[in-house]
């Protein structure tokens, strides 16, 4: 009984705590130009992608996204793919150009998450130091 209140709370608990981190990585992104166009760039990515696979292939917009995160993150489960030689050239375009942009923010969300716990391991050992000098004196 225990099994059917724990986990799913811990698993609850989990969630909650990688959205917060991840609302923090955006907020954060967010001051930097830089790393606010790579978010940008991806954004306009997918979001052009979706339009080009909807209106080529007649996907709904949820399979033409789909595809395109899918394609992008190297994935590719295959269960979504073009049938027409338009989209199939399209596919490959939109892949080739698009590995740079998404490694870009991959690597963008990894900087931001390391400069955070950075910062965090700093100030933990600043208020370290100064709680051991009071401590001292």
């Given at each position: 009984m225990?099994?059917?209140?724990?986990?799913?709370?811990?698993a609850l608990f989990i969630v909650f705590m990688l959205i917060r981190r991840f609302t923090a990585v955006l907020?954060?992104?967010?001051?930097?130009?830089?790393?606010?166009t790579v978010l940008l760039s991806a954004l306009t990515l997918l979001a052009g992608g979706t339009y080009v696979f909807?209106?080529?292939?007649?996907?709904?917009?949820?399979?033409s996204?789909?595809?395109?995160?899918?394609?992008?993150?190297?994935?590719?489960?295959?269960?979504?793919?073009p049938a027409t030689d338009a989209g199939k050239i399209m596919a490959?375009?939109?892949i080739v150009l698009g590995l740079g942009i998404i490694m870009a923010l991959?690597?963008?969300v990894a900087q931001v998450s390391m400069e955070q716990v950075n910062d965090s391991g700093a100030?933990?050992?600043?208020l370290g130091r100064r709680h051991q000098k009071k401590h001292d004196e």
């Open positions: 225990l099994q059917y209140v724990v986990f799913p709370a811990l907020r954060q992104m967010a001051r930097s130009p830089e790393a606010r909807h209106s080529i292939e007649q996907w709904s917009i949820l399979d996204l789909y595809f395109c995160v899918i394609s992008l993150t190297t994935v590719g489960y295959g269960d979504v793919t490959m375009i939109y991959v690597t963008t100030l933990k050992s600043a």
